[in-house]
């Protein structure tokens, strides 16, 4: 099979074509870059933002300068900072409560969680009777639970939306203003119980999603992460297995930061 010869993001020198994994780890390590740079409130130099990420000096020096030549990131005599074809940062939509973690301590592991299965993964936060999706990876062998386009959906119809009504102590089951769901309370309770929800693709038939609590540093439910899978392709025991391993992991980085 053969490769495509051009030119590095630096310019420098020739480099090969790459894989689909080791593109997943390019777009991750970028990921964790601009999200450390949205964050500051201050231009960032190469050795803060090396500390921050966790990445090699060199890799996080390669891809500044790749960054920079887009657009998306600028240097200036005080650092780097988001440059002028970054999109702005939206302000947090009415009625939701501000996520604190910082995209560092969930997205390696939602990628992790991707890379791990290939199939459709989100992290979600409660806002009114809506879940909304703040991060969600996906690529061309997920299962399609037919709401991949949704950014925000009725939570009482999504996995993730579930388990994050079962914990909310504000909101009630059936969303406000809408007809009660029946047996929604009890499935709720067992939610609470069982700390995970599964729940079938509401469009497409065969496809399952799992989800799971994340717990902030005040020890309150904060967000869930959800997978939707083939359970012929997965299981539903692995999908439960893998959403709660993630949901732990996110939570002791929550925990960390506290």
Do not use: N, W
Not at 64 to 83: Q, T
Not at 184 to 194: H, V
Not at 199 to 213: D, M, R, S, T
Request: a positive charge; hydrophobic letters at 45%; proline letters at 7%.
């Amino acid at each position: 099979m053969g490769t495509t010869e051009g030119t590095d993001d630096v310019g420098c020198r020739p480099v090969l074509a790459v894989g689909a994994a080791e593109a997943t780890g390019v777009v991750h390590r970028v990921g964790v870059i601009v999200a450390e740079l949205a964050q500051a409130r201050m231009p960032m130099s190469l050795a803060e933002l090396t500390c921050r990420t966790g990445l090699p000096k060199t890799t996080v020096h390669r891809l500044l300068a790749a960054l920079c030549g887009i657009g998306l990131v600028r240097r200036g005599d005080a650092g780097y900072a988001l440059g002028p074809a970054a999109p702005p940062l939206r302000a947090p939509a009415p009625g939701r409560d501000p996520f604190a973690l910082p995209r560092r301590c969930f997205l390696p592991h939602l990628v992790e969680l991707y890379e791990q299965t290939h199939q459709m993964v989100s992290l979600c936060i409660l806002v009114g009777d809506e879940v909304v999706f703040l991060e969600r990876i996906y690529g061309p062998g997920r299962a399609d639970d037919g709401l991949v386009d949704a950014e925000r959906l009725p939570a009482r119809l999504t996995a993730a939306g579930r388990v994050l009504l079962a914990f909310s102590r504000t909101v009630r089951p059936d969303g406000a203003g809408a007809a009660p769901h029946a047996g929604l309370e009890r499935c709720l309770a067992d939610i609470r119980r069982r700390r995970v929800a599964v729940l079938a693709a509401a469009c497409q038939p065969g496809v399952i999603c799992a989800a799971a609590p994340v717990v902030g540093r005040t020890g309150r439910v904060v967000a869930a992460v959800e997978i939707a899978a083939g359970a012929a392709a997965l299981g539903v025991t692995a999908m439960i297995d893998q959403v709660h391993r993630t949901a732990r992991t996110i939570s002791a980085a929550a925990r960390r930061l506290g």
